[in-house]
Structures are given as structure tokens and as C-alpha cells.
């Protein structure tokens, strides 16, 4: 009945007719209910989809050759772990009595076991092994030094009264916006001429510096929002500025280090375009190596689908992590929720 | 502990004139590794390019480079493949930032409501922009491909032999789809905080005065929402100028030049083929003028945003 009565009142608005009668605003009608469950609905459906071509990669990783390339393409099979054997190990193939002979061991771990199952032996760890290490030596190094320096840079721009600060800040800001093609021509004749092209320290420098603008502009905003009186009560205590640094702001912003720590450990993480033009064996990192595998033996999808699942997994929990911090990362500080 | 001592002994002049002079070291000590390492990495890179792009020089071969004037410029004007790829990266750009904004700014208009585990749902959709660009794209060429591909199945093209062949026939489609589903989260994103942001009460007096919902939406969500989807906007914009990761892993800039942007144009003049490096170092600084143009409007945007 009440319900009713409203729809009424809303059948005739706008500044032609009278007000009849008043409308409560703050009472959820079954309509907006309705409402309400429609949209976790649509929402449900919308962010399902979204996640289809993420859950289609976790599970072509788990399918055997066969049924990753089979047309069309099966929803429902038999989990393998063909992909992360072939991602992680180069394998011989065996003969049958070389096959017997292996059976009979009772030493081999559980990899190798699998490996037997197939006919095949381990000879030993894949280039993808090292290629995920350098990967995550080149960007947890560049995260810390790029958190580190950042840090200090922020505290003194946010602290001190320096000549050209929004200048400099606005220089910082501007060497992120360079596409990374375009310096890496310089950069590579830079880097071959003093021997860096190719190193893991050419790498973790170039990520560092990738990464300092971000982290100056999302810490200088964390700083920024520690009250100076804190610090202002310390100094009359007696504190120096340094211990004041360390016993009052690095406490009070943590939260603020971490999520600026972890976005920087993203973007190194993901990098591409550097590490494809400045990397060829030593060093190079995940990125540009995944695609490489496409070439070798005709397309090996169960196993690049393993690579890539592996490599995202780290990227999605963080996320979840980061959540509450995600729009602060993508604009640079300048929106805060 | 000095500080300290110096008080308990009661010289507070000489403690003042001291701690200004910590104050500028503690400064220059701070700022100056920052600086030092962005103008080393930066700068002077930028300086090298710009000499490199008036000389004929491939860094493959032995020969130092020859000043040749605005010879490069000249020839790179002149290339139509040059304005090919520029017209590839205007229309890339143009497709996918006109429909993410629309995209995630519904996408924000359907999660603003307060409902269970809304927060759940918009951290979910917002998963692909996390990714690595260059890893999504290679996937996706499993999901496009004709045979067992999920896409063309989902879109409703259950005869592999009849449906659309996506990255031959309809290429720079393909990667703007590609670019939509790992951006429209962020248009949403930013949205979403924009549309958190207006207080209930417009919309209660809104509600008394008999706003239709068609003139809430014109004159209170969208206004209120404008600079933050603008500032969307502007961000997607130089970085689909820069579009390179993504392409690289669906196309690699094929078939042909079709999916070419000026970033894989560029790669592909420096470490394919003939490396002309001088020439590519020339179409780098066109690249970054533009590039510059659009980034300045961006952070003086950003920089008004933070004084609002």
C-alpha cells in the first residue's frame, strides 16, 4: 500500500504540480531493494567475465598438450602437470630400455617421477628457472633502493621549504611520463659502452630510476599527511632531525612504505620494454622470455599458460593486499580515498 | 645526544645556527641521490638522443655517427610508414579510451551502490589492470585463435570455419578489446572514488525538489564526477600514445604493419633490420614532443587537482 502511494507521488513531479503529499527519502522501498539485488547480480555476472580469460590461463596450465590445443577448446579435462614440467625442466626422451633401467630406481623425487611417467628424464633446470630469478633479484633490489631514496627525497620536499620545490617536483614526476622506448636507444648505447648492457646491476639501476618518481610522489603524500607536530615536539625534546626522521615519521607512515614498496615491486615485475631491448642471456628477466617460449617446437600453450600463471599469481594477491591503497598507486598520489 | 647535551648546558644560540646547517645538509643529502640518478638515467640520455637524431648512425656497425642536419626529420616527414603508424596509434587511441570511459564509468555506476561484497566484486574487476601487459597479450592470442580459442565462442560464433578470424582480419580490433578489458577497471576506479565522494544530501534534496533521476544523473553524478573521469582520460590517452608492452604480446605489430603503433615502429627501426638508430632517435624526439604536449596538460591537471 505505501509502496503504492509513492509511485503516485512520483507519477507526477516537476515544478508544474503541487506537492501532495511527502516522500520518505531514508526508507529502502521493495523497489530499491529489487534494485540493489539486480546490481549484485549484473556485478556478479560482470566480474565473472572479466576473470574469464584469468581463470582460462590457470586452466590451460594445468592441461596436458592435447587438451590446451584441442578445437574446441575443453572446459572440462583431466588436470596435468605436463605445463610446469615442460616449464621448468629440459627433458630427454628415452629409450625403452633405457626406460626399464630407470624404473627400477627408488631415489627419484617426485618431479622425476612424473618426468619416468612420460617416457621421458630430467637433465636439468629450464633457462625459465633463472629467467624468474633474475626476475625477482632485478625488481625486489630496484624496490628497495627505489623505496629508500624515494623516501628520503619525499621527507625533504615535504618537510623543507626548498627553492624551485614545485620545479623539481614536477621534473621528477615528468621523467615517468617518457615512453620507455624512447630512452632506451641512449640508454642502450649508454649501457654497452661502460659494460652494463645485460648485467643484473644495468637492470636494478634502470628499474630504481624507473621507479623514484613514483615513490617520491606517493611517499611525499603519505608524509605529508603526519602532522609536522609531532615532529616539531620532538625536535624541542632534544631529538636531532635525523632521530626524528627515524623515531617519529618512519613509524608513522609504514603503511605508506609498504604499499609504495609493493607498487614499485609491481612495475618492476611486469617491466617489459627495457628488459626485451636491454637483456639477451645473463640477465634477462620473465617478460620478455614468455613470449620466446612460442617459438620452440611449435606452440607449447599448456606450458606458456604455466609461465604465465606463475608469474600473475604474485601480481593478483597483491592486489587483494593493496586494495584499499590501489587508487593512490595508479595517480600518483594525487587521489586519496 | 649533542642536541641534547647542548641544551642541558644552555646554549641555545649556537645550537640554532648549528641545526640550520644540519637542516641544508640533511636536505642536500636527501634530495641529491634522487636527482643525481634521474639526470643521469634521464636527462642526459635525452641530451645524447637529440645530438643522435641529427646524425646518420647504426649502432650495429662501426662507423661514429655523421651530423647530417635535419636530414632525419626531413626523411621521417616524408615516410608515409611514418605517418601509417601515427594514424594506427590516433585510432588505437581514439577506439580504446572512448570506449573504456564509457565502459568503467558504468561499470562505476552499477558498484557505487552499497550492497554485499561490493568491495569483493570491484577489487575482482579490477585484477587485469594489475597485470603484466605483455603476458595478457600473448594469452589472448590463445583466446582469439579460430580453433581453440574461447572468444569466438563466447560471442556466440560456435562454427570455428565461419567466425571472424580476430587477429588477421580485424587486428587493431583485437588489441583494443585486449586494451578495454585490462583498462576499463581503471576508469572505474577513478569513478568510483569520484562518485563516493558526493555527499548523499544533493541527492536527498534532489529527491524533495522532484528531480527526475535522468536530471540527477546531468546535473549532480556527472558534474561532480567530471574531473576525476577527465583526469581518466588523460591518463589512458598518453599512455595508449605509448601503447607498446600490449601490442607486442598480441601482434607484435602484425599482420603486415596493420597493429604498428609508433612505439613498435620504433623498435622495430632500432633492433630489427638495419638499426638506424640515428633516424629512429629523430622519430623518438617526434614521439616525445607529442608525448610532452599531452603530459603537461596531465600534471598541471594533477597539480590543480592537489591544491583543490
Known amino acids: ?337 | 645526544m649533542t642536541t641534547s647535551e647542548a641544551v642541558a648546558g644552555g646554549e641555545p644560540l649556537r645550537i640554532k645556527a648549528r641545526r640550520q646547517i644540519n637542516d641544508r645538509a640533511i636536505q642536500q643529502l636527501f634530495i641529491m641521490p634522487t636527482l643525481v640518478l634521474l639526470i643521469l638515467w634521464n636527462v642526459f640520455p635525452l641530451f645524447y638522443s637529440l645530438f643522435l637524431s641529427f646524425t646518420q648512425y647504426s649502432h650495429s656497425g662501426k662507423a661514429p655517427p655523421v651530423w647530417i642536419g635535419t636530414g632525419n626529420f626531413d626523411a621521417l616527414l616524408n615516410d608515409p610508414k611514418i605517418w601509417a603508424a601515427f594514424a594506427v596509434t590516433g585510432r588505437y587511441a581514439l577506439l580504446s579510451v572512448l570506449s573504456q570511459t564509457l565502459i568503467g564509468f558504468g561499470l562505476a555506476l552499477l558498484l557505487r551502490a552499497k550492497f554485499k561484497a561490493n568491495g569483493l566484486l570491484t577489487t575482482l574487476i579490477l585484477i587485469p589492470m594489475m597485470l603484466s601487459p605483455v603476458i595478457v597479450g600473448m594469452f589472448w592470442r590463445l583466446i582469439f585463435n579460430p580453433l581453440m580459442g574461447i572468444f569466438n565462442y563466447m560471442i556466440g560464433f560456435w562454427n570455428p570455419t565461419t567466425a571472424p578470424i580476430w587477429l588477421k582480419d580485424h587486428a587493431l580490433i583485437s588489441v583494443v578489446i585486449v586494451d578495454v578489458w585490462m583498462w576499463s577497471p581503471f576508469v572505474m576506479l577513478l569513478c568510483l572514488s569520484g562518485l563516493k565522494a558526493i555527499p548523499d544530501y544533493i541527492y536527498e534534496a534532489a529527491e524533495i525538489d522532484r528531480a527526475s533521476p535522468w536530471r540527477q544523473f546531468w546535473r549532480i553524478t556527472l558534474p561532480h564526477v567530471a574531473p576525476l573521469l577527465l583526469l581518466a582520460v588523460l591518463f589512458r590517452t598518453i599512455e595508449a600514445f605509448k601503447a607498446f608492452d600490449l601490442v607486442m604480446g598480441l601482434t607484435g605489430g602484425g599482420p603486415g604493419n596493420v597493429t604498428e603503433t609508433v612505439s613498435v615502429a620504433l623498435y622495430r627501426m632500432v633492433f630489427q633490420g638495419q638499426a638506424r638508430t640515428g633516424m629512429a632517435s629523430a622519430l623518438a624526439y617526434v614521439v616525445l614532443i607529442v608525448i610532452i604536449a599531452v603530459s603537461n596538460v596531465y600534471i598541471w591537471y594533477l597539480n590543480k587537482m592537489k591544491e583543490a
Open chain 1, 1 to 337: 500500500m505505501a509502496s503504492t502511494r509513492v509511485e503516485h507521488a512520483f507519477s507526477r513531479v516537476g515544478p508544474g504540480f503541487a506537492v501532495v503529499e511527502s516522500v520518505r527519502v531514508d526508507q529502502i522501498t521493495p523497489r530499491a531493494r529489487l534494485g540493489i539485488t539486480a546490481r549484485l547480480i549484473l556485478s556478479i555476472i560482470i566480474a565473472f567475465v572479466m576473470l574469464i580469460p584469468v581463470l582460462w590461463m590457470a586452466m590451460t596450465a594445468f592441461k596436458a598438450r592435447p587438451d590446451a590445443t584441442a578445437s574446441p577448446p575443453k572446459v572440462i579435462f583431466v588436470p596435468s602437470l605436463d605445463g610446469f614440467i615442460g616449464l621448468f625442466t629440459n627433458r630427454t626422451q628415452l629409450s625403452a630400455a633405457a626406460l626399464a633401467e630407470q624404473q627400477q630406481r627408488t631415489d627419484l623425487n617426485f618431479w622425476e617421477r612424473q618426468t619416468l611417467a612420460r617416457g621421458m628424464r630430467i637433465l636439468g633446470p629450464s633457462k625459465f628457472v633463472s629467467q624468474l630469478s633474475n626476475s625477482l633479484i632485478i625488481a625486489i633490489s630496484s624496490t628497495i633502493l627505489a623505496v629508500t631514496l624515494g623516501l628520503l627525497s619525499a621527507y625533504a620536499f615535504s618537510r623543507y621549504d626548498i627553492p624551485g620545490k614545485r620545479d623539481w617536483l614536477f621534473f621528477i614526476l615528468s621523467t615517468r611520463m617518457l615512453p620507455a622506448v624512447v630512452v632506451t636507444i641512449p640508454i642502450f648505447l649508454m649501457y654497452r659502452a661502460v659494460g652494463l648492457y645485460d648485467t643484473h646491476v644495468g637492470m636494478i639501476l634502470l628499474y630504481t630510476v624507473f621507479n623514484l618518481s613514483f615513490s617520491v610522489w606517493l611517499l611525499k603524500g603519505f608524509i605529508d599527511e603526519i602532522p609536522i607536530e609531532y615532529e616539531e615536539a620532538a625536535l624541542v625534546d632534544g631529538y636531532s632531525r635525523l632521530q626524528a626522521f627515524r623515531k617519529i615519521v618512519l613509524p608513522q607512515c609504514v603503511t605508506g612504505i609498504a604499499a609504495t614498496a609493493v607498487f614499485c615491486l609491481i612495475f618492476a615485475w611486469n617491466e617489459y620494454a627495457f628488459a626485451l631491448m636491454l637483456t639477451s642471456e645473463k640477465a634477462r628477466t620473465a617478460p620478455p622470455a614468455i613470449p620466446a617460449n612460442l617459438g620452440i617446437g611449435g606452440i607449447e600453450w599448456h606450458v606458456i599458460a604455466a609461465g604465465s600463471m606463475l608469474f600473475l599469481i604474485p601480481v593478483v594477491i597483491v592486489t587483494f593486499a593493496l586494495r584499499q591503497y590501489l587508487l593512490r598507486g595508479v595517480t600518483f598520489g594525487a587521489i586519496r580515498q
